[in-house]
Nanobody
């Protein structure tokens, strides 16, 4: 199971740190991605990390203002997002897949999904 947390209401320009914790398996040898669904829009990728090599991936919309990191000892992945804008308002989900199957931001490729955590950015 995956549990996403850390969402909330924040003013534009602020920051949030989202966390994705796993239970029942370990994150080692997995890739973990964050996706989001904004109102009226399709699910889109945000960021991924491959825990095997630490490679991080970001979509252009968040690149340069987001940092994804993994804490294998705590079986947790964090996504720090800064300089938030109302366009970042969405329900954020984390998902995981075994590293050898990992295709960045491929929704159909992900194996496990957590429930979303809502991020709302006010202008």
């Amino acid at each position: 199971q995956l549990q996403a947390s850390g969402g909330g209401l924040v003013q534009a320009g602020g920051s949030l740190k989202l966390s994705c914790a796993a239970s029942g398996y370990i994150f080692e040898d997995h890739a973990i991605c964050w996706f989001r669904r904004a109102p009226g829009k399709e699910l889109e990728g945000v960021s991924c990390i491959n825990t095997n090599d630490g490679d991080a991936y970001y979509v252009d919309a968040v690149k340069g203002r987001s940092t994804i990191s993994s804490d294998i000892a705590r079986n947790t992945v964090h996504l720090l997002m800064s300089r938030l804008t109302p366009e970042d308002t969405a329900l954020y989900y984390c998902a995981s897949v075994r590293a050898y199957d990992f295709i960045p931001f491929d929704v159909s490729n992900m194996e496990y999904w957590g429930r979303g955590t809502q991020v709302t950015v006010s202008s």
